[in-house]
């Protein structure tokens, strides 16, 4: 599994609008300008963030992105499934992958499976509060 830079890029720009939060929304332009990531770019990642409830945005005079959660309330696998669209190490573990014919007597399988469950589990339990501490 490779992360994508959309997912890394996602998970620097939500530790920076909880770096940043202060009741107020973000501008776009500021996160960018932080991150080094361009503001074109930024909003197709912000857009889906927005989209599946992980920020708020305003457009216009005063608008921006604002968390709508407390940083420990993120945890790094949802945002990782979210821009990433699944953890799955090999196709046959993804969520609605046709089935594999040769799942019964496949000897790599249960490998796979419990590789699946571990990198899950791991980033289950890691949350942008955690990535906030130096």
């Known amino acids: 599994m490779i992360v994508s830079t959309r997912g890394r890029y996602a998970l620097r720009v939500i530790i920076d609008m909880a770096e940043h939060n202060d009741g107020t929304f973000i501008p776009l332009k500021d996160i960018s300008s932080r991150q080094n990531i361009s503001q074109k770019y930024m909003e197709s990642i912000m857009t889906l963030l927005s989209k ?14 604002k968390l709508l959660r407390k940083p420990s309330e993120y945890k790094v696998g949802d945002i990782l499934r979210l821009t990433e669209g699944t953890l799955a190490p090999v196709a046959c573990l993804i969520q609605g992958a046709e089935p594999c014919l040769k799942a019964k007597e496949c000897r790599t399988l249960p490998m796979w499976t419990k590789l699946d469950n571990m990198i899950n589990t791991y ?3 890691v949350t942008i509060e955690d990535l906030m501490k130096k």
Request: net charge neutral; no cysteine; charged share 10%.
């Open 123 to 125: 980033l289950d339990s």
């Open 52 to 65: 599946n409830g992980f920020v708020q945005g305003v457009h216009g005079k005063g608008g921006g992105y």
